[in-house]
């Protein structure tokens, strides 16, 4: 790390710079979906298989998962990594690590999404995932971190 920069300043200029986020799963296998505000800064309306962000400064990827999956969601949860790659997306490259994490039963109560980054939120199998990602617009970058996920649960 050469400095500190925050995420817009990293995208608008083309650094590398790092996000965690992280796919969550109930008791039965169902992954948890949500569409973007319209107003959102980046994808506005577009559909979402996980939830993240940017890494701080000497936070590990792990810890910023957490945060982000708190943060967006309400839910202080133990994430697993999955995988780790260079994303080449469409707001730039950057150091993706894509986290898992299993949303019991007694936790689906607790789920308190933020307002300012989740528009909608659904539980979907994954034949009905599957039929989402055909028929509604999902951020292309998350497409591929789903993807690349996929073999690791």
Known sequence: MLEVVSRRDAVRNGWLHRIATTIC????????VHRR?????RFPGHYETSFGGAVRAGETYTA????????????????????TFLCHGRTGS???????????GTDL?????????????GWL????????????LFVPDGRVAYDRAAGHW
């Open 25 to 32: 799963r109930d008791d039965d296998g169902r992954v948890l």
């Open 37 to 41: 505000p319209d107003d959102a800064g």
């Open 64 to 83: 910023a998962a957490r945060r982000e999956l708190a943060e967006e969601t309400g839910l202080d949860l133990p994430v697993r990594h999955l995988v």
């Open 94 to 104: 950057y150091h993706l690590a894509v986290y898992g994490a299993r949303v019991p």
């Open 109 to 121: 109560g607790r789920l308190r999404p933020d307002p300012e980054a989740v528009a909608w939120h």
């Open 125 to 136: 199998t994954e034949p009905e995932l599957r039929e989402a990602r055909e028929r509604w």
